[in-house]
Antibody, heavy 119, light 109 residues
Framework: QVQLQESGPGLVKASQTLSLTCTVSSGSLNNGSYFWSWIRQHPGKGLEWIGYILYIGSTYYNPALKSRVTMSIDRSKSQFSLKLTSVTAADAAMYFC???????????WGQGALVTVSS | QSVLTQPPSVSGAPGQRVTISCTGSSSNIGAGFDVYWYQQFPGTAPKLLISGNNNRPSGVPDRFSGSKSGSSASLAITGLQAEDEADYYCQSYDSSLLLFGGGTRLTVL
């Protein structure tokens, strides 16, 4: 059964770069129908889609975050990653990685990684 | 303010039927994009509840159903159970942007 697991620092200093990795276990990233995604959820708030990356490395980002977001993929390690630059307190949130099916819906989610931003 | 508007909260007694609305516009739901629904318990990741407007993934009870009409969609839960108390989110597309509704907290009285 395919599982997703986020990892990375839980504390990031303001103005620095947030880096998270999602490891996909028991499954391959090499499927053109899977769009490997990041979503975040601010405390007590709703869900915000950050972007996705395909197994060939193509990316699509939420325009609201596009200038600060970079996603990458390492198929040999079954991992994909998120980098968010110049973080502020507004970037403190739970970050989820998820599998987006054919660009339509999210069928698998990681458990989430809580990121706090310190001043 | 989400482009997809959901009521912040709904409630119902055990056994009752509740509906959660998701109101969009002509550029998202009204443009023909499918609507998906997710259930989220506190401290956990969302779980797909309804796909493609009214398709239940394996394991989702048939008490849950979805519908879409015009620029709006609805999630209906019949035979409400205490275990249904959770947050519910709709999701669709708008201008190639994946969107979520603001979420609805369901309270079972």
């Amino acid at each position: 059964q395919v599982q997703l697991q986020e990892s990375g620092p839980g504390l990031v200093k303001a103005s620095q770069t947030l880096s998270l990795t999602c490891t996909v276990s028991s499954g391959s990233l090499n499927n053109g129908s899977y769009f490997w995604s990041w979503i975040r959820q601010h405390p007590g708030k709703g869900l915000e889609w950050i972007g996705y990356i395909l197994y060939i490395g193509s990316t699509y980002y939420n325009p609201a975050l596009k200038s600060r977001v970079t996603m990458s993929i390492d198929r040999s390690k079954s991992q994909f990653s998120l980098k968010l630059t110049s973080v502020t307190a507004a970037d403190a949130a739970m970050y989820f990685c998820a599998r987006l099916i054919s660009g339509d819906y999210f069928d698998l989610w990681g458990q989430g990684a809580l990121v706090t931003v310190s001043s | 303010q989400s482009v997809l508007t959901q009521p912040p909260s709904v409630s119902g007694a055990p056994g009752q039927r509740v509906t959660i609305s998701c109101t969009g516009s002509s550029s998202n739901i009204g443009a023909g994009f499918d609507v998906y629904w997710y259930q989220q318990f506190p401290g956990t990741a969302p779980k797909l509840l309804i796909s493609g407007n009214n398709n239940r993934p394996s394991g989702v009870p048939d008490r849950f159903s979805g519908s879409k009409s015009g620029s709006s969609a609805s999630l209906a839960i019949t035979g409400l159970q205490a275990e249904d108390e959770a947050d519910y989110y709709c999701q669709s597309y708008d201008s190639s942007l994946l969107l979520f509704g603001g979420g609805t907290r369901l309270t079972v009285l």
